[in-house]
């Protein structure tokens, strides 16, 4: 790119364009790896804890949910590291805020079962109204499929977008057909179309 | 009525690093040189001439032990960008 006195109004405006979707592309690239390392270790847990829990012990085996957290944050530690330098800009920001919010509210969600699962805190404390029936995997399906979704809508692309639908209105309604622990095969599923086919489209069209 | 364009933007590689680091918080030499494909020598003279107009702030720095120039846009430089483009469309709505 040289310097050019005879620059056009429409040269100018193709050069700011190409750069702000140069930079989007380079975000949506780099989102690949995470959302594919975040599916994997779900995909790993999941029907883990399941077997755990219904063949040793009970639900009491969902406090490896913490475990996996750290494993993930970990692995994204070093994904991070290992990928091109890319300044922090306001849509990367943007998704970084959505998939906190979505971690603040599904972990305290999650805490807050585990207590009552445990018996650390009294199940009327939560609930009070023993009738209303709360489904925990609906709950982080929608939280899931929405910050899916957002993402996609933020970084405008329509393949993680339909995704992010499908996952959370499907495995919202679809967890509500089982309970315990074969509510966690629906969280598997729910992690196959919210992160591993989004990452998995990208990273071959990152490759093309 | 054309608006006159600020004649600092009007070059297509100083125009392209203020379109990279208008939505950034900083960006790293290296990657401007890769996104916008100039040689390191032409980047470093237009960074230098946005720098001296108060359009960026150029950080020099240690990344390790390798040496890291860092560029942001100053408020100054986002103001100047924003009037480029209101002037631009006085162009392309003709």
Redesign the interface.
């Known amino acids: ?5 005879n ?1 056009t ?5 193709e ?2 364009t ?3 979707e ?2 989007q592309r ?1 975000i949506t690239k780099n989102s690949a790896l995470p959302l594919m390392w975040w599916g994997v270790c779900v995909i790993i847990f999941a029907p883990l804890i399941a077997y755990l829990w219904k063949n040793h012990g009970g639900p009491i085996w969902n406090t490896l949910w913490a475990v996996m957290w750290l494993i993930g944050f970990i692995g994204n530690w070093l994904i991070d590291k290992k990928k091109e ?7 990367s920001k943007t998704i970084g805020h959505v998939w906190s919010t979505f971690g603040l509210f599904c972990g305290g969600i999650g805490i807050l079962f585990c207590l009552i699962g445990t018996g650390v805190l009294p199940l009327k404390l939560i609930i009070p109204n023993a009738y209303i029936f709360s489904c925990i995997t609906s709950i982080i399906s929608l939280c899931f499929g929405m910050s899916t979704c957002i993402t996609g809508r933020i970084i405008q692309n329509l393949l993680i977008q339909r995704c992010g639908f499908i996952a959370g209105l499907g495995g919202f309604f679809t967890a509500l057909f089982f309970s315990s622990y074969q509510q966690l095969y629906v969280m598997a599923g729910v992690t196959i179309i919210a992160l591993i086919i989004p990452g998995v489209v990208i990273h071959i069209q990152n490759k093309k | 009525m054309f608006q006159p364009l600020d004649p600092l933007l009007h070059a297509e590689l100083r125009l392209a690093v203020m379109s990279l680091l208008i939505s950034a918080d900083e960006a790293e030499f290296p990657y401007i040189k890769e996104q916008t494909g100039a040689t390191a020598g032409n980047l470093s003279v237009q960074v230098d001439k946005l720098s001296a107009a108060g359009y960026i702030e150029v950080e020099k720095t240690f990344k390790g032990k390798r040496p890291c120039t860092i560029c942001r846009i100053t408020d100054k430089g986002r103001k100047a960008f924003e009037a480029y483009v209101e002037a631009l469309k006085s162009y392309l709505s003709k």
Not at chain 1, 9 to 13: D, G, K, Q, T, Y
Not at chain 1, 85 to 91: G, K
């Open positions: 790119m040289e310097e050019n006195k620059l109004a429409e040269r100018s405006l050069i700011i190409e750069q702000i140069r930079s380079t330098t890319v300044p922090t800009t306001f849509v």
